[in-house]
């Protein structure tokens, strides 16, 4: 069933902590994640999760610049800090408390992290694709 704006039906979801909910990801290597439960909820509308550090910055592990086809992203920081290149932004450190939201496929990368960042990721739709900078769309 939709709403009057074409939304599906969406289920009351809640998250209670539990250290052992962050586990690895299969996307980036350098982070421990934990779902909030949203994409199931929201029938797939979005997703909502926190990263956080798996342990100390190496640069061998962080992706290269790169593109996520969504429509909507949001990050909030809830502890530490990431240092990462925006396009038409240049270079951008976020801290503590700090948010910011990523519009529709702008390239991007992470340079370097605290050891304790934890971020809040918001996205729609709750599946998208993630393609490498140098990737375009149409090329073989």
């Given amino acids: 069933m939709s709403n009057a704006q074409g939304w599906k039906q969406q289920d009351f979801v809640v998250s209670h902590y539990n250290e052992a909910d962050f ?9 421990l994640k934990r779902d909030l439960g949203v994409l199931k909820a929201t029938n797939g509308l979005a997703i909502a999760h926190v990263v956080r550090a798996a342990g100390p910055c190496e640069a061998d592990t962080l992706p290269g610049a790169h593109r996520h086809h969504a429509d909507f992203q949001f990050f909030y920081v809830l502890n530490g800090w990431q240092r990462m290149t925006i396009e038409g ?29 934890e971020v809040l990721c918001i996205s729609m739709p709750g599946k998208f694709e993630t393609v490498e900078a140098s990737r375009h769309e149409g090329a073989e």
């Fill in 23 to 31: 586990t690895p990801t299969s996307e980036r290597a350098y982070l």
């Fill in 89 to 117: 932004q240049g270079e951008v450190t976020v801290r503590r408390n700090d948010s910011w939201l990523q519009p529709p496929s702008i390239e991007h990368a992470v340079l370097d992290y605290s050891d304790d960042l």
